[in-house]
């Protein structure tokens, strides 16, 4: 038998906080995560592909080892965004790697 460790995910929507508990893989992404616990209107249009942008979220507390894949790249430098801290929330697993991170929606 396979021990499932919680991952905790504090979500700030609107300057209110939300806290989420969730399990290793439970949810394909965080997009996926986000628009089941929190219903926010207009987030991740493209459905995961990494290319809208109506997904993005600033990470704190997490680790070097989320790391962008090529579509979630191309689509925020072409925003002109650098700041390694904002993300698209379609292409961040839920991981351990996620536990404990502070997520601000920005779409």
Sequence with gaps: MVRQYSII????????ESTIHTFRNEYRSLMNLIQDKLYVDDFGECGGMGRCATCQV???????????DRNESSTLSGLGITDP?????????????LHNC??????
């Design 9 to 16: 995910v504090k979500i700030i929507l609107h300057g209110q």
């Design 58 to 68: 600033k990470l704190s507390n997490a680790p070097p080892t989320i790391g962008l």
């Design 85 to 97: 801290s904002i993300r698209l929330s379609c292409q961040i697993p839920v991981d351990d790697p």
């Design 102 to 107: 502070i997520v601000t929606i920005l779409a």
